[in-house]
């Protein structure tokens, strides 16, 4: 026999959609179909349940040789690496929950660590135009019902948030938008002719990396000022055209992506497109939203926000909290050689950081925890498998709204698997004994 869990939450994108529903056997062990996902996150459901997964902590020798250990043993190591180093790096959380996020911070707390998270090499430039300028945002309810002009500015839902659009910006009817996409204007700015840039009314196809003038252009036009007759390869006429959209709308929301945040003028991009969005606002309603990327790297931010006031890039080893990124900033650490042993939660830094990091992190006691073996783990000395967060235990995350929904449980992890949390509990405790601290 087998049953359906219903109100499911899916632990991959920033969407975090959750109505999904999932088959699962009646002894809540196998999980056998996934309903409503799109494929990435039927993936991400799926794939826990390959026969050939990690079960047991594995420890890589100076040769490079990989034998098991216990978790009493992954427990040690981790807990004497992090409390002997004079700092060390503890990187990733994007894809855990908020409790355990929240259990980091604190063994970095009593280990004068520097903790960071994903939005170092993603949404980080955001935060910063955020805390330089304000932001007017709103939640993916108020787009779904009311929003009836979409910029997606430097992003490709249909390929990174596959179902954003149909759950809440272009296709759903809403409350006053009971046309659904027959009701929205949509605009895509990208080098790009992507799958989302096919779907726009217009698409703004700008020169690479000048994104930064193209919207001062939009402000100019929005006032009525005169431009010259390209603006980073856009015609003059397009641009008082897609201005003129959005003045007649009554509702716009940009939503953007690393297309403004990782290139040229990075958190710049980000400061301008907010003040786009606020000289909209003279004209009609309009807010503005990052297209942030793992389930839970908004859950990430918000904890650090709550334990130390800042929200990524957090330096602890003074004993006080510091925020300077480019100074605090994981790859700058790495890369200066000034961190002494390298923690990763909830995260791929082996996959996704630059190469000269990554052989920083391979010449360092380090520590993955994952549930999968990634290319992090190739790099690191000892690698904890934990269980999936969201499939196999639930927990607090916040979605890219930053609207905080509770991921489910949907079936049990393999028997003796730790979840993150737990983990981290052990290794606190441990922490706290060779610290000598109560
Ligand atoms: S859009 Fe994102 S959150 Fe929704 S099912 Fe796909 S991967 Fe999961």
Redesign the pocket.
Known sequence: MAKIVTDVV????????DD?EVKVTDDDKQILEVY???????E?FLHSQAKDRLKVPMKQDEEGNWSEASINEAVEYTAQMLAKAKKPLMYGWSSTNCEAQSVGGEIAELCGAVVDNTATVCHGTTLIAVQDVGVPSCTLGEVKNRADRIIFWGCNPAHA????MS?YSIFPRGFFTGKGHKARKMIVVDPRTTDTAKMADIHMQLEQGRDYELLSALRVALRGAPLPEKVAGIPRETIIDAAETLKSGRFVVIFFGMGVTQSLSKNHNIDIAIMLTKDLNEHTKAAIMPMRGH?NVTGSGEVLGWQFGYPFSVDLSRGFARYNPGDSSSNDLLRRDEVDAVFVLGSDPGAHFPISSVKKIANLPSVCVDPHYTPTTAVCKLHMPVAFVGVEVGGCTYRMDAVPIHARKVVDAPEGMLTDEEFLKLVLKRIKEIKGVA
């Open positions: 899916c632990p991959f994108c920033g969407t975090l959609c999904l409503n996902a799109c494929v990435i996150g039927t991400k948030h596959p179902r954003h759950r389930y």
